[in-house]
């Protein structure tokens, strides 16, 4: 950390014009939510669904040995796949045969179907300082000394499911082989475990030649300069600057 602030400083005095009128050191608090979610394999239809669908949709067929006959493929291959297309809900059996639902129309034409998986489970973190939801475990940052003071304008945030979801749902679309994908489909659980700590290095500064105070936040979290918590400090705290300067050269 001495390293670090030693070359944050060099960074902001090599403007000559720019001085260091304060530095300080504290913590963001982070929440970490235990996340379950559903999620189905998205696979390519193969040839032998597509001619089923096909077969369902364009004639009256109730029993697998007609189309065994017509397919040339084993009766129990037939069955096991009319009873799995069944269960995805891609066919349903009619007074006049299996016909293809909604569902099963919209695959045929996509070319692809979805088969159930078991359930997955994630961590998200939340931080409502930047209203701002992440997968957890891409976070290798470590956490902040606990002595360190809280940054001091909190925010309280709530918890939103629907972006956790489509947080969800953007990183967790896996590309697996060429026919193959894990699609996120909704959250099943969300349980708050626990809140940790990023260290944050404030310098607040002062522009002899434009005259202007202002702030650098480093987040170290993101190891970058923190834009959204340098606005919210100068927002209420230039003008306090600005007089203390100006009562110290009375």
Known sequence: MDNLRTEL?????????????????????????????????RLKMDILMKMLLLAFQEADIRRAANLSEMLFVEELFISDLIYKMQRIG???????????????????????????????????????IHNEYRLALKDSSEEADEALALYRYPIKGSLNKERIEQLLFKEGVNGGEESFQTI???ITSCIEQKTKYISCVEFQLYDDKQDIFFSRVWNLMTSSWDEIVEKQIEAREVVKWRKAMEEQNV
């Not at 720019?18 to 963001?28: A, C, R």
């Not at 293809?100 to 939340?126: A, R, W």
């Open 9 to 41: 400083r060099a960074t902001i005095t090599s403007n000559p014009d720019v001085s260091i009128v304060n530095e300080q050191l504290w913590k963001l608090p982070i929440v970490l939510y235990d996340v379950g979610f559903d999620q189905v394999k």
């Open 90 to 128: 891609l066919i349903g059996l009619g007074k006049t045969g299996y016909k293809l639902t909604p569902k099963g129309h919209d695959y045929l034409e996509k070319g692809i179907f979805d088969e159930e998986m078991e359930g997955g489970q994630t961590v998200i973190s939340y931080n409502a």
């Open 184 to 186: 996120i489909t909704g």
